[in-house]
């Protein structure tokens, strides 16, 4: 497979998941969308192997809303204390 179409099939993928995710609802993100804990700087954040690793991952925080599930490197990672928390 030739790297534009490796790299159109892999863009296509991406926003496919993306039209999927629900919206950003009140408390995860501010105006215009903005997420101040972005899942891919929580230290739950395990991202996915491979390429797909460089924008999606999951939280593998118990506690999250987000626990196990698939996440957009920018979207909010569901966790609420990170600060008195240690990654386990």
Same mark, same amino acid.
Not at 14 to 33: A, D, F, K, V
Not at 42 to 61: F, K, N, Q, R, T
Not at 63 to 85: A, D, I, Y
């Given at each position: 497979?030739?790297?534009?179409?490796?790299?159109?099939?892999?863009?296509? %993928?991406?926003w496919s998941l993306?039209?999927?995710?629900? +919206? %950003?609802?009140?408390?995860?993100?501010?105006?215009?969308? $903005?997420v101040e804990m972005?899942?891919?700087?929580? +230290? #739950? #954040?395990? +991202?996915?192997?491979?390429?797909?690793?460089?924008?999606?991952?999951?939280?593998?925080?118990?506690?999250?809303?987000? $626990?196990?599930?698939?996440? $957009?490197?920018?979207?909010?990672?569901?966790?609420?204390?990170? +600060?008195?928390?240690?990654?386990p």
């Amino acid at each position: 497979m030739s790297k534009n179409i490796e790299r159109d099939l892999a863009s296509a %993928i991406h926003w496919s998941l993306m039209r999927q995710r629900e +919206p %950003i609802t009140s408390g995860e993100g501010g105006e215009g969308g $903005f997420v101040e804990m972005q899942a891919l700087t929580c +230290p #739950y #954040y395990v +991202p996915l192997s491979g390429e797909w690793g460089s924008d999606w991952g999951a939280i593998m925080h118990p506690r999250s809303t987000k $626990f196990g599930q698939l996440v $957009f490197e920018h979207e909010w990672c569901g966790c609420t204390n990170h +600060p008195e928390e240690e990654k386990p």
